[in-house]
């Protein structure tokens, strides 16, 4: 049975975030319908010490929201055309996030087909992080959502655990610094 996780749950290291946060369900409600997709790929970004993360030189008002409090969605505009939504991860003060980079859509599949046009079969949806937020109806609006109010728009749920054996980990994607970093995780073998 999935919950709402809880603050202190995220309140930890994006390293330890981003494991956890894979089989969990982020669920989007608008006038249009809902969407719920389980999270197969993420990618942990650290606050100061991380020269690839968005806080790295401290913060502003861009990145405001990635400064805490834990379980708030910073959304962020990339290369001029998508959106992209990470989770706040740490205790309040420190910057950090988890990018969620692909994920399983698991209801409202009609209405995210209806958002994500191109997508030519199911796990494809939201294969990607601007697909997945296409996918489940984020956008600049969205900034700062605290994720883990029950009456919030966007909420993340704890989802089925997953083995440790499953999970994989690589290079993050699309970064120009901090590339060695084997910070993205993913489930193996989800084709999303």
């Not at 089989?23 to 100061?48: C, F, H, N, W």
């Amino acid at each position: 049975m999935s919950r709402l996780f809880r603050r202190e749950e995220l309140a930890v290291d994006p390293l330890d975030l981003a494991r956890l946060l894979l089989g969990a369900v982020v669920r989007s409600a608008g006038p249009d319908g809902t969407v719920s997709a389980r999270l197969v790929e993420v990618e942990a970004y650290r606050g100061q010490d991380d020269p690839a993360s968005h806080s790295y030189r401290g913060c502003t008002a861009r990145n405001q929201v990635m400064w805490g409090p834990a379980g708030h969605l910073y959304v962020y505009f990339v290369y001029g055309m998508h959106f992209c939504a990470n989770v706040v991860a740490g205790e309040d003060g420190e910057a950090g996030a988890v990018l969620l980079r692909g994920a399983e859509v698991v209801s409202g599949t009609e209405l995210a087909r209806a958002r994500r046009r191109a997508a030519r079969r199911d796990h494809e949806l939201a294969r990607g992080p601007a697909r997945l937020t296409s996918a489940l109806g984020i956008g600049p609006r969205d900034n700062g959502v605290d994720l883990l109010d029950p009456a919030s728009r966007i909420r993340l749920l704890t989802g089925e655990q997953v083995a440790q054996e499953s999970i994989r980990t690589g290079p993050r994607v699309g970064v120009a610094a901090a590339t060695e970093a084997p910070w993205r995780f993913w489930i193996e073998g989800s084709p999303a």
